[in-house]
């Protein structure tokens, strides 16, 4: 949907190349593969446009290795207690780790573009916590527990693109409203995780108002 705006608004003819891993795909593992695989490196180095979607699963209810839960995907949906650990130390170690590991990538962006101009742009994480009415996953300090991390995920990532010069594109408010804590309903698919189509026309409308600069 961007590629095709991209390529009506600029007039330039516009390839699409999606490598996208639906392989609960971390900004740590992230890190260490992108210099190793060369289907990446390649694209990379020949794309005047670069989106990068990373950091969904470093979220501790996620990760399978963080400081707050170990290898326990998720925290029992009963324990109030343990979701509001999420905001303690925990957290910030997360998320020094997820700066770091987010600025290799970035860094290494940097270096297969050798300088070249490129629009990078970021998308943040929106909230998949909350649901339609019905919905028994998480008792509701889990969505609001999940809003606070989401923000704190986010404000991370737009720190680190600043600092390579590229954009940052908010996804958690147009999803989850204001606060972050409303149930993106039509904008997620059936999964109640990833976006509907709906939802990538969000995105992509998230993304056309961005533009493309530093690209004329």
């Not at 290799?104 to 009415?133: H, M, N």
């Amino acid at each position: 949907l961007f590629g095709a705006w991209v390529q009506k608004t600029t007039g330039h003819r516009v390839v699409v190349e999606n490598l996208s891993q639906h392989d609960n795909l971390t900004a740590a593992r992230m890190a260490h593969e992108l210099p190793k695989d060369p289907l990446q490196t390649d694209a990379i180095e020949s794309a005047d446009v670069v989106l990068l979607d990373i950091g969904f699963n470093d979220t501790p209810w996620n990760s399978l290795d963080d400081a707050c839960d170990g290898d326990h995907g998720f925290f029992d949906g009963n324990a109030n207690a343990s979701w509001t650990a999420l905001l303690g130390p925990c957290l910030q170690i997360e998320l020094r780790r997820y700066h770091a590991n987010l600025d290799k990538i970035l860094t290494e962006i940097d270096s297969l573009r050798a300088g070249r101009p490129t629009a990078v742009r970021l998308t943040t994480q929106y909230s998949d916590f909350g649901g339609p009415p019905g919905n028994i996953c998480c008792p509701p300090i889990a969505t609001k527990v999940a809003a606070k991390v989401k923000v704190a995920f986010n404000e991370v990532e737009c720190q680190v693109a600043s600092a390579h010069n590229d954009g940052c594109v908010d996804l958690l408010h147009p999803f989850n409203g204001s606060n972050g804590t409303t149930w993106p309903g039509d904008l997620i698919g059936p999964d109640g995780t990833h976006p509907s189509a709906a939802g990538h026309q969000k995105i992509a409308e998230r993304l056309e108002a961005s533009g493309v600069a530093p690209l004329s």
